[in-house]
């Protein structure tokens, strides 16, 4: 399989570590090593203390499977599998689930490999968009009506990156009952449950709604430990998570045992941790609520229900492109252009999960009070 070039993860690496102020990142300002150890209970300091640097268990460390069944309702331990972070889970369940004469129905814009890979596969992929008209919101009749008799998989990513729109309940359970009527298995990226603007709005987690489903975790978003390369799928369907362990053989075998150990230690103290991770994406979206308004003849912006991302669009004539490319390099501020998911309507991903925001956002303005002003298009 050769799947063609991850925009974002090249954009990403010309740009990430040569721009001090990542306005476009996705996740939330990650802990210092320092600051997670201080969150050890007794059992996680031993634990770590006591690590030996040898192989794990492939399924993932019995404690850490543990840890991450309790973030869902009815999920056992043996029905988790850690992988190396999502991006290995996303490239073995399309493996597993997919192949040749398969359809799948893809949301989208989305994170790259959720449509590539599948596409890799032999599968035929139907990108499902969703609409700045409608606010982002996901158009379950059209969903319906993408369906085939040969739809093996629909893939979906809520709260969603980059526009940071979010399922209600009802949508959710319709959602649900659709791949079920279809037998359809609903692969439900799930990294930024827990930052939803409005928890009392939070749906079930989709392993937890259908035993017909998969739900993505990682360390990365919400928990912001991206450096520990931690993921994971809950499923209760055991003979898809074999079938998934052995395609693991192939990949990475097992994980790293110091980020194991680390993962557990951060599970033992979740709520401090969302609890930190909120209080900064809290900070941080009025002060885009008050740039967008000020600049409104400028930017388009649909304020995200969910997570630290949004995907607002440059309103001027000037290629969103250039207008990155120019404050990357001239005020040392990196947002991502929406062609980076292959979007064409001059949007961008905005992030607010970094406490230099402020700083970023003074820069942001000097960089277009500088520039001579262009001409605006109508929204």
Known sequence: MRPPPFELERYFARHEFAVPYLLGSSDVEALSLAELLELADEGGRRLWEDLSLGYTEPPGAPFLREAIAGLYEDVESDDVLVFAGGEEAIFALANVALGPGDHAVVVWPAYQSLYEVARATGADVTLLALERESDWALDLDALEQALRPQTRAIFVNF?????GSQLDRPSFERLVAIAEGAGALLFSDEVYRWLEHDPSLRPPAAVDASPAAVSLGVMSKTFALAGLRIGWVACRDRRLLARLAAFKDYTTICSSAPSEVLSFIAL???????????????????????????????????????????????????????????????????????SIYGHGGNHFRVGFGRRNLPEAIQRLDRFIDGRPRAGSRAA
């Open 159 to 163: 709260p969603h990156n980059p526009t």
């Open 268 to 338: 033992g103290a979740v709520d401090r941790i969302v609890e930190r991770s909120r209080a900064i994406v809290d900070a941080n979206l009025p002060l885009l609520d008050d740039f967008f308004e000020r600049r409104a003849e400028l930017f388009d912006w649909v304020r995200p229900q969910a997570g630290p991302i949004g995907f607002p669009r440059l309103l001027s004539e000037e290629p969103i492109e250039r207008f990155c490319e120019e404050l990357a390099r001239d005020a040392d501020v990196l947002l991502v252009p929406g």
